[in-house]
DNA sequence: TCTGGGGTCCTAGGACCC
DNA sequence: TCTGGGGTCCTAGGACCC
């Protein structure tokens, strides 16, 4: 049996939590540049304002019902998700953490109550760290992911779904007559891993509910839908197709990718932009201790505009493997040069840092030894500048030390300490910081 | 006017090899 | 005229998740 603990609409309740007076009240926290909604409580949600909307489409809201806005803290959001974890873990022997607010914990060899001892766990949470969660459980990831929006529906949709589900739903304790009286309840858009097309595709076959979907014939759906939804219906069957996986490999690409919240047109801002990217994803590739073999750039124009689309990309080849922050930047200034083209109004832009394998600079590095006469080398030199570097960003916060890219591609590097850092470091006007050497 | 960011997995098709 | 079959690797694109 598997349980799935999830906090409830997470960025919100981590800041409900050092602001009680938010409590009651409908609270969204807005993306970059407070383009989308990426939390909402269940006032705003029940509002009517759905995950991701842009934020222009509801900005009335803010004067009419009260609703209060806030800008992402995502510091603040994974410290909080650190704690949560912990005490999530004391459910059962074995913990896979999927994504920043829930996670899936093994009951296997559990004994006793399963519904009192999470009961019990969601208690301890919200007492210790002040979030509440809701909790599912079942005999498959796919079922303990129903289970869980069951026991949160519940809740906040009272009728939804029996009331004795509210909070802690065990799908595996109810007899086959309830748990498919749930399933039928339950839109087959809501099951994990339908998705809005497939979800379309289904629908005109027919296949509405979760139910719909348990009942349907797996062999039809893979030849119909591929194998990814084949899964889902023999998981929704019962049959445990996804295992928990407690010990994830590193990821296998680290990316850095920003909306500009303006246009720009023109290659300068844009090189300083993947710049900046680069560095960002450089600091995320030391922190997990790879090195990249290959960097992608990309940029593209608004595909919610009318007038001329442009996207493109391009991925450029390292020397050798590198976690290298000026190494990085180069790759990602040639190739965005490469791939650029005047006369478009590019709204977005990325690297990704692809070919990642396990490893650390400096041993990957063939000159370490110090030179003859005792002086370091210059990849040892390299390898501690980018560790000081991380210190201080990670102490004084991101961005305040990076490489300086405007004068040219390394001609004449400094090191700038960022004059403001409320702004967002992309419409930063880099050219206006006051230089500081290193 | 204003539309997130960071991931995963799967599939199809082309190039290449023997 | 008639043009194999099987394998690998790579890439692009699609679909999904939170």
């Known amino acids: 049996m598997l349980a799935l603990v999830d906090g409830n609409n997470f960025y919100v309740s981590c800041e409900r939590v050092f602001r009680p007076s938010l409590e009651g009240r409908p609270v969204v926290v807005l993306s970059n540049n407070d383009g989308c909604a990426i939390a909402r409580s269940n006032e705003a949600k029940a509002l009517g304002i759905g995950m991701a909307d842009p934020w222009f489409q509801w900005r009335h809201l803010e004067e009419e019902a009260g609703v209060v806005v806030l800008s992402a ?17 004391g459910l059962g022997p074995a913990q896979e953490i999927y994504s920043i607010d829930e996670c899936f914990i093994d009951l296997a060899g559990v004994r006793g109550d399963l519904v009192a001892r999470s009961h019990k766990v969601r208690d301890r949470i919200h007492r210790w760290i002040g979030i509440p ?35 802690v739903c065990h799908l595996g304790a109810l007899d086959a007559a309830a748990r498919d009286a749930i399933l039928q309840a339950t839109p087959v858009t809501d099951v994990w891993g339908v998705g809005r097309r497939q979800g379309a595709k289904l629908r005109a076959g027919q296949v509405h ?35 928990l996986d407690d010990a994830p490999p590193p990821q296998q690409q680290v990316a850095c990718t920003r909306s500009f919240g303006h246009t720009i047109a023109t290659l300068p801002p844009l090189v300083e932009a993947v710049s900046e990217f680069a560095t960002r994803a450089a600091e995320k590739l030391r922190r997990q201790g790879s090195l990249a073999g290959r960097v992608m750039v990309f940029a593209h124009t608004s595909p919610h505009r009318h007038g001329p689309q442009w996207a493109r990309s391009t991925v450029q080849p390292l020397r050798r493997p590198t976690d290298d922050t000026t190494a990085l930047i180069h790759a990602a200034q040639a190739g965005m040069r490469a791939i650029y083209e005047a006369g478009y109004d590019l709204v977005k832009a990325g690297v990704m840092l692809l070919d990642l394998q396990p490893g650390t600079q400096h041993q990957n590095e063939l000159d370490l030894e110090p030179e003859e006469d005792g002086s370091s080398s210059p990849a040892r030199d390299r390898s501690a500048l980018m560790a000081a570097m991380d210190k201080v960003n990670e102490k004084y916060g991101k961005g305040t030390l990076h490489s300086g890219s405007t004068g040219g591609a390394g001609k004449n590097r400094v090191w700038t300490m960022r004059a403001d850092r409320r702004t967002p470091c992309y419409t930063t006007r880099w050219e206006d910081m006051p230089v500081v050497r290193a």
């Open 133 to 167: 969660t809701c909790i599912g459980i079942a005999p498959t990831k796919t079922l303990a992911k129903l289970a869980n929006h069951v026991a949160k529906d519940a809740e906040r949709k009272p009728g939804s779904y029996p009331a004795e589900l509210a909070r």
């Open 73 to 89: 803290n995502f510091v603040l959001y994974g410290d909080m998700s650190d704690r949560f974890m912990t005490l999530a873990a």
């Open 209 to 243: 509910t979760a139910l719909d979907l348990a009942r349907a014939n797996a062999a039809a759906i893979r030849a119909q839908f591929g194998v990814v939804m084949e899964r889902t219906v023999r998981e929704l069957q019962g049959t445990s197709c996804i295992s």
